[in-house]
T-cell receptor, first 114, second 113 residues
Framework: EPEVTQTPSHQVTQMGQEVILRCVPISNHLYFYWYRQILGQKVEFLVSFYNNEISEKSEIFDDQFSVERPDGSNFTLKIRSTKLEDSAMYFC????????????FGDGTRLSIL | AQSVTQLDSQVPVFEEAPVELRCNYSSSVSVYLFWYVQYPNQGLQLLLKYLSGSTLVKGINGFEAEFNKSQTSFHLRKPSVHISDTAEYFCAVSNFGNEKLTFGTGTRLTIIP
């Protein structure tokens, strides 16, 4: 069964540094998402992306965050200047193009900010 | 705005016993409902979904859930659990025309041998 893959599985970064989290959505999916889960808290929506533009973003997704589809297979989340509170598990998801398709999630990237 | 409440943060159950994990939602419009499972050190896997039609939906691994519009609930059930069902279970909701998923805080299911 096709999967969403995320790399790296764990990223350790110094506060203030830029970090890029990478995702390869399921082939032929066109709707992409990022969520995050701070340790011990609920999974929170960050951003949705379709047709090379952001379709919705949450209040968490401020100017420090950006997303990009640099080529036909990757979908990236960039955090420009990381803060301690950015430490979390980040999940990428994609969904099929027909109406009412569920979102399929990757295994996540654990981001640790020191 | 929509929200999801999972009242039980932890549920211990003996192996082969039945289990129900509770989920209530709040939304001003019609919804889609989902249950996802997260095994240790893994991502979120879709267990089942309610989009429309029959209010009883069956998913993978013997789980089922019933949509109750009047009680705004979508409880997850399994008649007989196994050790392998040990995981965190998340209920989620999205609105028609609004794709983002809103998750509950999760229920940790622990199976006692």
């Amino acid at each position: 069964e096709p999967e969403v893959t995320q790399t790296p599985s764990h990223q350790v970064t110094q506060m203030g540094q830029e970090v890029i989290l990478r995702c390869v959505p399921i082939s032929n999916h066109l709707y992409f998402y990022w969520y995050r889960q701070i340790l011990g808290q609920k999974v929170e929506f960050l951003v949705s992306f379709y047709n090379n533009e952001i379709s919705e973003k949450s209040e968490i997704f401020d100017d420090q965050f950006s997303v990009e589809r640099p080529d036909g297979s990757n979908f990236t989340l960039k955090i420009r200047s990381t803060k301690l509170e950015d430490s979390a598990m980040y999940f990428c998801a994609s969904r099929g193009n027909a109406p009412r398709q569920p979102q399929h999630f990757g295994d996540g990237t654990r981001l640790s900010i020191l | 705005a929509q929200s999801v409440t999972q009242l039980d943060s932890q549920v211990p159950v003996f192996e082969e016993a039945p289990v129900e994990l509770r989920c209530n939602y709040s939304s001003s419009v019609s919804v889609y409902l989902f249950w996802y499972v997260q095994y240790p050190n893994q991502g979120l896997q879709l267990l089942l979904k309610y989009l429309s039609g029959s209010t009883l939906v069956k998913g993978i691994n013997g789980f089922e859930a019933e949509f109750n519009k009047s009680q705004t609930s979508f409880h997850l059930r399994k008649p007989s659990v196994h050790i392998s069902d040990t995981a965190e279970y998340f209920c989620a909701v999205s609105n028609f025309g609004n794709e983002k998923l809103t998750f509950g805080t999760g229920t940790r299911l622990t199976i006692i041998p």
